[in-house]
């Protein structure tokens, strides 16, 4: 059990507020996440946007729909719980003024919690660099609004192919949400294609689907096969057979089956995928979540402790896709979700083995999203990157070290194994159906790296 957070809970007492605010100290809020029959947002949402705002006329009737209050102008004394910005149609770094006109009046009517989307075009298809130059800016705007932000809430950027607006509704909607708690100043690209009509926070949107996780006896893994099970898919459960008692239990609470195998085996992925098709009659969703850490400094490093880590959390991977991505493995339409880590983004003082393996992920999301045989198929494949989040594990690491890991982040705060697993459900929604190729940090916006 991942220890609580002590600071985090004494800020928040009136003698913490007191010391927290005369020492200049951060005051981390606890964060609003989602619960079954919770509402998109709580409170109304302000969109706007510049010139003809082409996303948002696609999103609107979505949102509202899924009973979001959406709103074109905000009252002085009004709290908002979102702000939608549509810089879809910028055309010049001077129509970022429509951004700042919008937000600046908007960021000090923000409630707890609350979210800011901005909504732009891919800078790689801009007709000219002035063009290219305004999209671009949008990055680094949604960023830096991040840092800015208080009291839990979040900003993040959506770029949308042009005529693939409503693709973006599901996005748009999980980053309004409490499921997105734990993701800030972060990109997310949603391409073109064809997206089935799926609602913006459905109860059960993976119903009737079959899920593979890996590393489910615990931790990250247990609590992706807890979502994913909750959200209406019947779940594999893969762990070492030296987990099986962990694994049995977890397969049980969430309805599912276990499966013990060692993903390093030459014979997992078939494994895998004969089990879910005997037991469950096929697989459309594989999460890669298994990995395992030996840190040592480089200069300490030797030849089998490198290989295992590797072994475990990339080549493995390699492996079980030659069978779980081959024609007539996974399903038409099916999700691959593979978990990283903000070390393989911005690389950690001695996990040099675990750095390279998980930057190695994010190279098979590159290779695999570009895949024309797997686009045919309409499979998607994308990683989670977590940062700090509160296991087992972290609460292993020395006091100190473990306060600041908690704290270098725009939350100022560890997040938890569901924040991880809400990205990745988000990942398996059938609204995602044109989200491939991307890599979302989960890490609260983390200091370290991009």
Not at 46 to 59: E, R, S
Not at 99 to 118: M, N
Not at 216 to 231: N, S
Not at 329 to 336: C, D, F, I, N, P
Request: glycine letters at 12%; a neutral charge; proline letters at 4%.
């Amino acid at each position: 059990m991942a220890r609580a957070d002590g600071y985090t809970a004494f800020v928040g007492t009136p003698v913490g507020r007191r010391l927290a605010s005369t020492l200049g100290l951060p005051r981390p809020v606890p964060l609003r996440r989602y619960e079954p029959g919770q509402p998109v947002t709580e409170g109304p949402v302000l969109v706007g946007g510049h010139g003809d705002t082409p996303a948002l006329a696609a999103l609107r009737g979505g949102l509202v729909a899924a009973g979001v209050d959406v709103v074109d102008e905000a009252g002085e004394d009004a709290r908002l719980a979102g702000v939608v910005v549509d810089l879809t149609a910028a055309e010049d770094p001077a129509d970022l003024e429509s951004l700042r006109a919008l937000l600046s009046p908007a960021l000090r009517r923000l409630d707890r919690c609350a979210r800011v989307v901005v909504v732009g075009r891919h800078p790689e298809s801009a007709s000219g660099v002035a063009q290219r130059a305004a999209r671009r800016a949008l990055e680094g705007v949604t960023r830096s609004v991040a840092k800015e932000l208080r009291a839990g809430a979040t900003a993040n950027l959506v770029l949308v192919t042009e005529g693939a607006e409503a693709a973006a509704l599901g996005t748009v909607g999980f980053l309004l949400s409490a499921r997105s708690a734990y993701v800030d100043g972060q990109v997310v690209r949603v391409g073109g294609g064809s997206v089935p009509d799926a609602a913006v926070q459905a109860e059960r949107p993976l119903a009737g689907t079959v899920a593979a996780v890996t590393g489910a006896a615990r931790g990250i893994g247990a609590e992706i096969a807890r979502t994913l099970a909750r959200d209406g898919a019947r779940v594999v459960c893969v762990d070492v057979p030296g987990a099986g008692a962990p694994l049995a239990a977890v397969a049980n609470e969430v309805g599912g089956t276990a499966l013990q195998t060692d993903v390093t085996d030459e014979r997992a992925g078939a494994r895998i995928l004969e089990h879910a098709t005997q037991r469950h009659g096929g697989l459309d969703l594989v999460v890669h979540n298994a990995g395992i850490t030996r840190d040592k400094l480089l200069a300490n490093t030797d030849a089998q402790r490198w290989a295992s880590v590797l072994d475990v959390n990339l080549r493995s991977i390699v492996r079980m896709n030659e069978t779980l991505l081959a024609p007539g493995a996974l399903r038409a339409g099916g999700r691959v979700v593979l978990v990283s880590s903000i070390a393989g983004i911005a690389g950690n003082r001695g996990q040099s083995s675990y750095a390279a393996s998980k930057a190695g992920v994010i190279g098979l999301v590159d290779g695999y999203a570009a895949d024309a045989g797997l686009r045919r198929r309409r499979i998607t494949v994308n990683a989670v990157a977590p940062g700090f989040v509160e296991t087992e594990m972290t609460a292993r690491i020395p006091l100190a070290t473990r306060e600041v890991g908690r704290r270098l982040n725009s939350l100022s705060q560890g997040g938890l194994p569901v924040d991880v697993a809400e990205t990745v459900a988000f990942f398996a929604g059938d609204g995602q159906a044109a989200v491939t190729g991307n890599v979302v940090r989960v890490c609260g916006q983390s200091l370290l790296g991009a």
